[in-house]
């Protein structure tokens, strides 16, 4: 007769495979690349974000002189995508840091907020190199 020690690690030995029989694979990932204008010129510096619609993976990268990438090990999944496009430019003018002393430069989005956080834009990526065009129009 087996005593309980031998019974409790047979129950551990089953308990591990099963848990190990169910787990989530990782999500799939996809390359993007693309550029981003803004009335036909390209956005000097800024940020991308593509937000799943349903399950996937979340990415994101910076734009510079227009251009993104979004290398595979980093991508999105395949899938539906709300895009929220981001590029903060100085104002002008200076407002107080928040130390409550110094004076800094301000910042604002000069992306219209229906391209970043009240986005119009979608995409569906697909598996392998996905290329995107962002022409955004100021109205």
Do not use: H, W
Request: hydrophobic share 35%; with cysteine; proline share 5%.
């Amino acid at each position: 007769m087996l005593n309980y020690i031998q019974i409790l690690l047979v129950l551990c030995s089953v308990l591990l495979t099963l848990a190990g029989c169910t787990k989530e694979k990782a999500f799939e990932r996809t390359q993007i690349e693309g550029v981003v204008t803004l009335n036909g010129s390209p956005i000097e510096q800024g940020v991308i974000t593509f937000i799943p619609s349903g399950k996937g993976a979340t990415a994101g990268a910076n734009i510079e002189a227009g251009k993104f990438v979004i290398p595979k090990e980093k991508g999105p999944s395949p899938g539906d995508y709300r895009v929220e496009i981001d590029s903060s430019v100085p104002t002008g003018n200076k407002i107080l840091d928040t130390d409550g002393e110094t004076m800094v430069d301000e910042y604002a989005n000069a992306i219209p907020a229906r391209f970043n956080r009240l986005t119009e834009l979608k995409v569906t990526l697909k598996n392998g190199n996905n290329q995107q065009l962002f022409d955004l129009e100021m109205e």
